[in-house]
């Protein structure tokens, strides 16, 4: 940590982040106990569900359920817009659900959760108590998921989620490791702060390079692929009004490797899990001379180390690693360098729509 400690990191709380790591600890307890009561009340199925932002970081939650879980486990990610109008025939009085909402005001999950209630599923949610959400699951099916200092991408949100999918998986014996794996992660967000040094001057370079491109490419898979989602939807589209195709490292042959041109940045997502080698396979092409070398970059996970962390659990924290990077410092430079407040919006929250 030594050759970063002079590094600044632009727009960032760096203490209020250490405070903010302290108390999540604390609060990743409360979400342990909301499901313990799952496991020791019983489910059918469990149903992650979110819009926008929400739904593409409970992706990562999802993926790891999936990984980690037995053959008669049930995960579900819902889209709650959608779920209003479909439903989702698996669904009982018996099934639980996790979702979230910085602001506890979003329409669509407001409505999904009073419904959800009215049917007699179990809803939890990361979002204020006190909000519209907070109200209708009740305080105690609740935690709020912001923190005071608004510093960081969101990698905080990944860690409640994580406290509770995993702890399901663990009183399972699917995830044995689980209070292992807290333990190891209770002082991680010095290691996400040094991560952040480490990038900085990296995340400047890019954002000079590519922030005023007219399209840009994001490819990623597995754990890391609800991440690359919401850099490219969530921060580009919306906050920066960039025209982005963020597309699977499995699907990228079939179809959107034909728009590669020059001057098209293309942005690859390496992760640590099964999906790797599909990564590989699409760096060996980017790499093969089907477009200039300043026109793709590669950003692998597996390069930034988190001293006494089992390599068992780099898979789950490699999505908080990708929005270090991505969703708070590249999205920061970014902003510098297009003039345009990554806090403004057109019609996103401007009018009811």
């Given at each position: 940590?030594?050759e970063?400690?002079?590094?600044?990191i632009?727009?960032?709380?760096?203490e209020?982040y250490?405070?903010?790591g302290k108390?999540?600890?604390?609060t990743?307890?409360l979400?342990?106990?909301?499901?313990?009561?799952?496991?020791?009340?019983?489910?059918?199925?469990?149903?992650?569900?979110g819009?926008?932002?929400?739904?593409?970081?409970?992706?990562?939650?999802?993926?790891l359920?999936?990984?980690?879980?037995?053959?008669?486990?049930?995960?579900?990610?819902?889209?709650?817009?959608?779920w209003?109008v479909?439903?989702?025939?698996?669904?009982?009085?018996?099934?639980?659900?996790?979702?979230?909402?910085?602001?506890?005001t979003?329409p669509?999950v407001?409505?999904?959760?009073?419904?959800?209630?009215e049917?007699?599923?179990?809803?939890?949610?990361?979002?204020?108590?006190e909000?519209?959400?907070?109200?209708?699951?009740?305080?105690?099916?609740?935690?709020a998921?912001?923190?005071?200092?608004?510093?960081?991408?969101?990698e905080?949100g990944?860690?409640?989620?994580?406290?509770?999918g995993?702890?399901?998986l663990?009183?399972r014996?699917?995830?044995?490791k689980?209070?292992?794996?807290?333990?190891?992660?209770?002082?991680?967000?010095?290691y996400?702060?040094?991560i952040?040094?480490?990038?900085?001057?990296?995340?400047?370079e890019l954002?000079?390079?590519?922030?005023?491109?007219?399209?840009?490419m994001?490819?990623?898979s597995?754990?890391l692929?609800?991440?690359?989602?919401?850099?490219s939807?969530?921060?580009?589209?919306e906050m920066q009004?960039?025209?982005?195709?963020?597309i699977?490292?499995?699907?990228f042959?079939?179809?959107t490797?034909?728009?590669l041109?020059?001057?098209?940045?293309?942005?690859?997502?390496?992760?640590?899990?099964?999906?790797?080698?599909?990564?590989?396979?699409?760096?060996?092409?980017?790499?093969?001379?089907?477009?200039?070398?300043?026109?793709?970059?590669?950003?692998d996970?597996?390069?930034?180390?988190?001293?006494g962390?089992d390599?068992?659990?780099?898979v789950?924290?490699?999505p908080?690693?990708l929005?270090v990077?991505?969703?708070?410092?590249?999205a920061?430079?970014?902003?510098?360098?297009?003039?345009h407040?990554?806090?403004?919006r057109?019609?996103?929250?401007?009018?009811?729509?």
């Open positions: 940590m030594k970063t400690e002079k590094i600044e632009m727009n960032f709380d760096q209020g250490l405070e903010d108390a999540l600890y604390e990743g307890k979400v342990t106990a909301m499901a313990d009561r799952v496991a020791d009340e019983g489910y059918d199925a469990v149903f992650l569900m819009v926008g932002g929400t739904w593409d970081e409970l992706m990562q939650l999802e993926y359920m999936n990984k980690f879980g037995d053959k008669d486990l049930e995960v579900y990610l819902i889209h709650a817009a959608e209003n479909m439903g989702h025939k698996r669904m009982t009085e018996k099934s639980v659900v996790l979702t979230a909402s910085e602001s506890g979003t669509e407001l409505e999904a959760c009073k419904k959800m209630k049917m007699g599923v179990r809803v939890f949610a990361m979002t204020k108590p909000g519209p959400i907070g109200q209708v699951v009740g305080a105690e099916n609740c935690v998921m912001a923190s005071d200092h608004g510093s960081g991408g969101c905080k990944y860690y409640l989620a994580d406290c509770f995993l702890r399901l663990n009183r014996g699917c995830f044995p689980f209070d292992l794996f807290i333990e190891q992660t209770k002082d991680i967000w010095k996400m702060l040094d952040r040094k480490r990038f900085e001057p990296k995340a400047e954002a000079r390079k590519y922030a005023l491109a007219p399209y840009t994001f490819i990623g597995g754990a692929w609800g991440e690359t989602i919401l850099y939807m969530c921060i580009l589209e009004w960039k025209r982005t195709r963020s699977t490292s499995h699907d042959f079939h179809g490797l034909e728009l041109e020059p001057g098209v940045p293309v942005f690859l997502y390496k992760g640590e899990d099964e999906c790797r080698a599909l990564d590989n396979r699409v760096e060996a092409f980017l790499r093969s001379g089907v477009t200039g070398d300043e026109d793709y970059v590669i950003i996970t597996a390069e930034y180390a988190i001293p962390l390599d068992d659990f780099r789950i924290v490699s908080w690693i929005t990077l991505a969703t708070d410092r590249m920061r430079h970014y902003e510098t360098v297009t003039k407040n990554l806090k403004y057109r019609y996103y929250h401007q009018f009811d729509y």
